[in-house]
């Protein structure tokens, strides 16, 4: 037992203790066993009493909470293996660097922002990872994924200033990535951004929480490429350090029971508690780090709290009565920030002031002493401690709660304060005392001139730095795009029953399927596919995949599923392909995301498909869609059932009318909506290219229906015109059947008849067609388009409006005539992207599926939105009468 907790214990049953003396002779047992038959012993004994008294219901449960200690005691400490004066001098060098571009920032250009106090607080956590822990990508160690806390970035950008990464130009140029080219400078992104900085960060942490569930996943799809044997991660970690006020985010918590159910002891989260969000006290009526501790310990993680810094140890030592662990527990966090703001004498008087005791504890010791006295967040002795601790950990998952102080180190200007979070303006003798306190080699213009500064080369600090990340592979972080090239098989190879589907019926997801059980046999492609599904792989039909090439399963299958005598049975193993998440679409998204960037973050191309419910995409997670996206993930999305009236006895909260208008704000998001199976083969085929042939930076959201129609051959030629985003599908009138495609084009006007244009994409091409065949049959003649992406005809517009030329829509329609009505599952806003893109004097007219989804038939849906085959042929007659 940790000698410094004793006191405490004691003294808590003896507050309400109806008989001491028996409490002492069953303590003092306990003590005795541990002294004699060690702690394993202990925790055998303490297990049966806990069984015991649970079978004899006396409602005990053990507290999942500890003394307001650390959990290494002193003597536990391993030797720090490093040179601690050394180690200071840097950290305070790039706390002074860090401060300085972004006070030089704002004041140039006031509006930049930027942030000190984070860093400030995290500075030491960071740096004993960099110097100790942080292992970079080399040709023995494939590196470990280390997420940083965004706003700290200037802290990690004024190492790389050290390190020669960065240049004092770049640092002039913090968050002004436009203008700083023209100084010769590179511009520093405000937060980790991997699209912004491809060459330095590796993970978007910016938006609160996504970083936490990213970095579990990431630990997870480690083992799963070990266990299918693609890559050998046994030997890597994934260390993140987030915010305590990031742990209020649902993304932060949602996975801590997967972590620890799949024994991820590769997972290192680092907690930093400065006690503080952007206005306040995380828990001020309370304290963040014991209900962490509980969340953590009672979700399976291995809990590690660093509290107190060394000069704590002598005071804990001589607290024989446990007054000040005592105090410790009546201390809420909103005091324990008063603490942090105030000096040492103020804290000699209020905190120390409490009881006899406490003073008695303070007495020798200077109200400077006091005030120096460290969180164990600032000590690099602790800090490497329980980070030696969380690394040799085996069997879970390990978070280390650091006690720290927002602001540390800046005073008065901003340390412990409300404000400050947004902080940023430093008077002189603000800027002079942070120099006095990191005892920073500045002269006093230095430091009122916001001067950054680097050691000499051959100084002892920067050799100490250069060796130690020489040891660790190299400078971190570091984002690497080299990986291997994949070949495609040939589209016919998978693909040739779709491009020929002959009037068969069938779904386009079940098209998909299909394709995607033909490509998993691929032996080179195949085995690099990662399928992912939430909970819905039969819904999808996609259990035939089970037995073909099994889920994923850390511990194998333990059980004989319920249908294991079916063809379609449940498989479990070790080496099984499909991530199957369970209901959880912040977690699978998760889980593509790690797929999808396995190129940069392993050198290992990986591509992942997850297919869902279109409505719980870019709807539900769209945030960690748009994360992937500065990733530069590469994969397909898809989205299965989509459409607002496809899914037609579901309802409002499952059917899809807004995902493609989501989508098209996402620029390296190509989205398409394909009607039929040759469509989608032609867009499949064109990504995986894109993707793993061509290593492209882009990802594809592709929409698919569970509707069987009947399905047309893909007309000859028209595969480019897929792709570009829509091809004339046939053309209609009294003497003209349909087409075969694009490669007649549009029919002749007949003199005497009117004609019309229709467009339509996804589901509501066929309600096109049949609107067409009316039409048709009442002396109209129809030029019919299948429309596979309204974005990408939206983009192509742009394009070429900024050249001058003629867009590819204005280019594809103008071989027809007459008014033009185009027609989609989704909201008008979508048809609507690409009005500016029409010939010239055209009327044009858009139907979709605006307002609130509805429970009924795909007939009534589609009735009660008016895109409908009648209502359809009812709106082109309105646009033909003008």
């Not at 499909?578 to 396995?598: K, P, Q, R, Y």
Request: charged share 20%; net charge negative; aromatic share 10%.
């Amino acid at each position: 037992m940790n000698a410094p907790f004793e006191p405490l214990l004691h003294a808590l049953t003896q507050a309400h203790d109806i008989d001491p003396e028996e409490t002492a002779e069953w303590r003092e047992a306990l003590l005795a066993l541990i002294g004699t038959q060690g702690p394993e012993r202990a925790r055998q004994i303490l297990d049966e009493l806990a069984t015991v008294a649970r079978q004899q219901r006396t409602g005990w449960q053990p507290d999942l909470n500890t003394p307001y200690m650390n959990t290494i005691a002193v003597e536990d400490q391993p030797d720090f293996p490093g040179d601690l004066a050394t180690e200071e001098r840097l950290v305070a060098i790039m706390r002074w660097n860090a401060l300085a571009m972004v006070v030089r920032a704002n004041q140039a250009y006031g509006e930049l922002g930027g942030h000190i106090a984070s860093y400030a607080s995290v500075a030491d956590l960071f740096e004993t990872g960099f110097h100790h822990f942080f292992h970079a990508r080399t040709e023995q160690h494939k590196g470990d994924l280390v997420f940083f806390q965004p706003h700290s970035a200037p802290g990690v950008y004024a190492r790389a200033f050290l390190e020669g990464r960065l240049t004092e130009a770049d640092l002039m140029h913090y968050r002004q990535e436009i203008t700083a080219p023209d100084s010769g400078a590179r511009g520093l992104s405000s937060y980790p951004h991997p699209w912004l900085m491809p060459d330095f960060w590796q993970f978007p942490t910016g938006s609160m929480g996504l970083g936490p569930i990213s970095s579990i996943y990431h630990a997870r799809f480690m083992r799963y490429l070990t266990h299918r044997q693609l890559q050998d991660c046994s030997g890597r970690k994934v260390w993140g350090v987030f915010g305590d006020g990031e742990m209020d985010e649902p993304e932060s918590m949602s996975a801590l029971t997967l972590a620890a159910r799949e024994k991820l002891d590769n997972l290192v989260w680092v907690v930093n508690c400065n006690l503080q969000r952007l206005d306040g006290p995380v828990r001020g009526n309370g304290r963040i780090i014991d209900e962490l501790e509980k969340l953590f310990a009672g979700a399976g993680w291995n809990v590690i709290k660093l509290i107190w810094g060394s000069d704590w140890d002598g005071l804990l030592a001589r607290d024989t009565s446990g007054a000040l662990l005592r105090a410790f527990a009546n201390t809420v966090d909103g005091q324990m920030q008063t603490f942090a703001a105030k000096d040492g004498r103020f804290n000699r008087e209020n905190f120390f002031g409490q009881n006899e005791e406490l003073a008695r504890l303070a007495q020798g010791m200077t109200d400077e002493q006091i005030d120096r006295l460290k969180r164990g967040g600032h000590d690099i002795v602790k800090i490497h401690a329980a980070y030696a601790a969380a690394a040799a950990h085996r069997g879970q998952p390990t978070v280390i709660l650091a006690h720290t102080k927002k602001g540390f180190g800046m005073g008065s200007a901003g340390q412990g304060k409300m404000t400050t979070h947004s902080q940023k303006k430093f008077d002189e003798q603000d800027l002079i005392d942070y120099r006095n306190r990191f005892d920073l080699p500045l002269s006093d213009e230095q430091a009122k001139g916001l001067a950054f500064y680097k050691p000499a080369d051959d100084s002892a600090e920067m050799r100490y730095l250069r060796e130690h990340r020489a040891r660790l592979g190299g400078s971190l972080p570091k984002r690497e795009t080299t990986c291997d090239r994949l070949p495609v098989p040939a589209l016919a190879s998978y693909g040739q029953f779709a491009l020929q589907a002959d009037g068969k019926d069938m779904s386009t997801t079940m098209a998909f399927v299909r394709m995607l059980g033909n490509l998993l046999k691929d032996t080179q492609l195949g085995p690099r596919i990662v399928p992912i599904v939430a909970d819905e792989a039969r819904t999808f039909g996609m259990a035939n995949l089970f037995k073909q090439v099994g889920i994923y399963s850390s511990v194998g299958q333990r059980y004989a599923p319920e249908d294991i005598g079916s063809v379609l049975s449940y498989r479990e193993a070790t080496d099984g392909q499909i991530l199957e998440e369970g209901i959880s679409e912040a977690g699978a998204i998760a889980s593509w995301t790690a797929a999808a960037t396995s190129y940069s973050v392993h050198g290992l191309a990986m591509l992942p498909f997850y297919i869902y419910y279109s409505m719980f995409g870019f709807q539900r997670v769209g945030d960690a869609i748009w994360a992937a996206a500065d990733q530069r993930a590469r994969g397909f999305l898809l989205g299965a059932t989509s459409g607002r009236t496809t899914l037609g006895g579901e309802g409002l909260q499952h059917q899809d009318g807004s995902s493609h208008l989501v989508a098209a704000t996402i620029p390296n998001c190509k989205a398409y909506d394909p009607a039929f199976a040759g469509e989608l083969a032609v867009i499949l085929d064109a990504g995986m290219r894109e993707m793993v042939e061509q290593q492209a930076d882009v990802f594809y959201y592709v929409t698919l229906m569970n509707e069987n129609y009947a399905q047309p051959n893909l007309p000859e030629g028209a595969e480019r015109c897929v792709l570009r985003g829509g091809y004339h599908f046939g053309a209609y009138g009294p003497t003209d059947g349909p087409t075969d495609g694009p490669a007649n084009g549009p029919s002749d006007a007949s003199a005497k008849g009117q004609r019309v244009t229709l467009l339509g994409s996804g589901a509501i091409l066929t309600e096109v067609i049949r609107a067409a065949e009316q039409l048709a049959a009442q002396g109209v003649g129809v030029d019919v388009y299948s429309i596979t992406s309204w974005s990408e005809l939206a983009r192509d517009g742009m394009a070429h409006e900024a050249s001058g030329d003629a867009p590819y829509l204005s280019r594809l329609l103008a071989p027809s005539a007459g008014p033009i009505v185009a027609a989609s599952d989704y909201v008008r806003a979508v048809p609507e992207s690409v009005r500016a893109y029409l010939p010239e004097g055209r009327r044009y007219r858009t139907l979709g599926t605006d307002g609130f989804g509805r429970s009924d038939t795909r007939a009534a849906l589609r009735r009660f939105f008016a895109v409908d085959a009648g209502s359809i042929a009812q709106a082109a007659l309105q646009a033909l009468a003008g």
